[in-house]
C-alpha cells in the first residue's frame, strides 16, 4: 500500500484542539479537504504528520502552536478608549473585533478586560503559545489531484441525472422491486404520541420486504408492550447508551442480519406513504454506491454543503440522522473506521463522523419525503426549526393537523 510522500495529492479530515480536547477548528461537517503535501500553507505541521501515513490511517498528534502561529507576545496586549471602537457593537470581554492593518491584511483583536472606558485588547492569535492537539484522517492518495476533488469523482452520477427529465416524472415510471431486504431501525424514547403516529404510519406504508425494529431506550411514557403494537421486533437496550453506542449496535446487528439495506430513522417524523420506493429509486441511482437521504433540511441545504444539483436530485456532504440508507459495505466501512479509531473522535456529531468515515456524498432530492417534528427534542424548541424544505403534498396536508394533536390534543382525522 502507497505511503504519502512530499509532492503527493491527498484527501484529509483535520481537527485541532486545545488540550482539554474542545474543538478549535476543523474539516468534519464540511467535507474534507485536498492539497498538495509540501504546499500546504494554510495548516502549518499537517505536511509532517501526513508523510508516511496509509490511506484510511488515523492520527492524533500533540504539538506546540509555535509552530503554526508562533509564541504569544505580550507586547501585543494594549489598552484604548471605548470611544476608539465601533460605536454599534456591544463589546465584551471575550469577543473578537476585526480590523484592516495598514498592509490591507486583518486583524483580529480579543477583549480581554474593560473597565470604564478603557478596554483592553490582545493582538496575539488565539492559539498563540499553546499546546495543541491535531487529530488526521487520510482518506486517500494520488497522483492526479482531479481523481480526488468532489467534482470530479461523481462524473458518472452527474452524467445519469444529466439525462433524466425530471426526478418526479422519472419516480412516477419507475418499478419498485422488492428484491432488497430493508431494515428499518427506530430509536424510541418517550414523546408517546409522536412515537405511536410515527410507528403506525412506518408499519402502514412500508413494503413486505421490510422489517421495522424499534429500540427502546429506557422510556418512562411507555413500555415495550406499547411499542410492540406497532413494531415487527421491539429491542430493549441493556442501559442508556447515547447515539454514538445505539448505532454502533444498530450498525453491527444489521451486519450480523440477512437484510441489504438498513434506514436509520426517528421517532419523532413522519413520512410520505411513497418513502421505500424513493429509497430504492435513489440507491438505484446512485449505483448501489452511495448513501441515501429523503430529508430536505435547511440545515443540509446550505450551498456550501451541495456538491452537486440537478433535475431536483444532488449530491451533499452532510445529511440529517433522521434518514440515512445504508447497505452492508458501507456499514462495514463505518464499523472498521470505528474499531480502528477508538474513542478520539466520540466529541464529534455523529452524522458529521459517519459521513467522514464514509468519504462519500448522500443523494437526496429537492422534495423532502418526511416531516420532522421534533419539539422538546434535544436541538428543537419548537415545530418550526428543523421543519421540512419542499415537502410532499401529503406531508403538507396533514402538518398541522398533527401539530394540533400533539399539542392541544385535537382529534386527528387522519388515518395511518
Known amino acids: 500500500m502507497k505511503k504519502a510522500k512530499i509532492g503527493d495529492y491527498v484527501r484529509v479530515h483535520y481537527l485541532i484542539r486545545l488540550e482539554d480536547r474542545s474543538i478549535y477548528s476543523g474539516t468534519f461537517g464540511e467535507g474534507p479537504v485536498v492539497f498538495k503535501i509540501g504546499e500546504c500553507k494554510d495548516m502549518q505541521g499537517l505536511d509532517d504528520i501526513i508523510v508516511g501515513m496509509f490511506p484510511n490511517e488515523f492520527k492524533s498528534v500533540r504539538f506546540d502552536a509555535k509552530n503554526m502561529v508562533g509564541d504569544y507576545d505580550p507586547r501585543l496586549v494594549f489598552v484604548v478608549r471605548r470611544e476608539e471602537l465601533p460605536k454599534n457593537v456591544d463589546i465584551k470581554i471575550g469577543m473578537f473585533l476585526q480590523r484592516v492593518k495598514s498592509d490591507g491584511s486583518k486583524e483580529y483583536l480579543r477583549i480581554v478586560n474593560m473597565h470604564d472606558d478603557l478596554v483592553m485588547l490582545d493582538a496575539n492569535h488565539p492559539l498563540a503559545g499553546r499546546n495543541l492537539i491535531m487529530d488526521v484522517l487520510l482518506l486517500d492518495i494520488n497522483d492526479n489531484i ?110 450480523e442480519s440477512d437484510f441489504d439495506l438498513l434506514y436509520f430513522t426517528d421517532n419523532d417524523v413522519l413520512h410520505d406513504p411513497e418513502f421505500i420506493k424513493v429509497l430504492n429509486f435513489l ?134
Open 283 to 416: 440507491y438505484e441511482l446512485g449505483n448501489k454506491e452511495l448513501p441515501v437521504c429523503i430529508y430536505n433540511s435547511r440545515f443540509h441545504a446550505k450551498p456550501e454543503n451541495v456538491i452537486f444539483f440537478k433535475n431536483g436530485v444532488s449530491l451533499r456532504k452532510t445529511a440529517p440522522g433522521v434518514s440515512m440508507l445504508y447497505d452492508k459495505n458501507m456499514a462495514e466501512r463505518i464499523i472498521r473506521y470505528i474499531d480502528k479509531i477508538g474513542s478520539f473522535l466520540n466529541d464529534i456529531s455523529w452524522d458529521y463522523r459517519i459521513i467522514a468515515y464514509l468519504d462519500k456524498p448522500f443523494i437526496t432530492t429537492d422534495i423532502s419525503y418526511l416531516e420532522h417534528f421534533g419539539a422538546e427534542g434535544i436541538h428543537n424548541a419548537d415545530f418550526e426549526r428543523d421543519r421540512a424544505i419542499n415537502p410532499t403534498f401529503y406531508l403538507k396536508s396533514i402538518r398541522q393537523n398533527i401539530i394540533n394533536f400533539l399539542v392541544n390534543g385535537e382529534y386527528l382525522d387522519i388515518k395511518f
Open 146 to 255: 482531479e481523481d480526488l476533488l468532489e467534482n470530479f469523482r461523481y462524473e458518472w452520477f452527474k452524467e445519469k441525472v444529466n439525462n433524466i427529465e425530471d426526478f418526479e416524472e422519472e419516480l412516477k415510471r419507475y418499478e419498485r422491486r422488492d428484491d432488497k431486504k430493508i431494515l428499518i431501525c427506530v430509536s424510541a424514547f418517550n414523546r408517546r404520541k409522536m412515537t405511536e403516529l410515527c410507528l403506525s404510519q412506518i408499519q402502514r406504508y412500508k413494503a413486505k420486504n421490510c422489517f421495522l425494529q424499534v429500540y427502546n431506550d429506557h422510556s418512562n411514557e411507555y413500555n415495550n408492550d406499547f411499542l410492540k403494537n406497532y413494531a415487527d421486533e421491539v429491542i430493549q437496550l441493556p442501559l442508556k447508551m447515547g447515539i454514538h453506542n445505539l448505532r454502533i449496535y444498530q450498525l453491527k446487528r444489521f451486519l
